[in-house]
């Protein structure tokens, strides 16, 4: 099961049923099924406290992933910050809904195994974020 959640923030407007099923889509691409992901949309004080608290990282961020899957099943928390992905879509020329896609789908592809550490990594990523959002039907 896919749920959407807020903490201090207002509910995007986002297409849940059609974001749901692109995720659902995504997944399979990688040989995944969706267990229980919950999308948590926060402000950025809350991002901060969730980074300090369990990362011990002093800093905000667009997006922070717990991923407790099992096997081929992904299931796990991502907390988004929508105040950082606004800042982050100014920065980057792209709109709000854009850049919250990307983040959304961004990740997933964590719980699928992708990384972004390295440079090579971060190509990879982006590479697989770009080829989701080209395929989002939404």
């Not at 919250?100 to 990879?124: A, F, N, V, W, Y």
Request: proline share 2%; hydrophobic share 35%.
């Amino acid at each position: 099961m896919i749920t959407y959640n807020t903490i201090n923030t207002a509910m995007p407007d986002i297409d849940e049923a059609g974001i749901t099923a692109w995720v659902r889509r995504v997944a399979k691409d990688y040989g995944k099924v969706v267990g229980d992901v919950n999308y948590i949309f926060v402000d950025d004080a809350t991002i901060l406290s969730v980074n300090r608290r369990f990362l011990g990282h002093d800093y905000y961020t667009d997006h922070i992933g717990f991923d407790y899957s099992e096997g081929n099943a992904l299931s796990g928390d991502i907390y988004i910050s929508l105040d950082t992905v606004r800042t982050n879509a100014e920065l980057y020329g792209a709109t709000f809904p854009e850049e919250l896609r990307r983040i959304i789908i961004h990740g997933l592809l964590h719980l699928c195994g992708l990384r972004d550490k390295s440079p090579e990594e971060q190509t990879r990523m982006r590479q697989a974020e770009d080829r989701a959002l080209l395929n989002q039907d939404l």
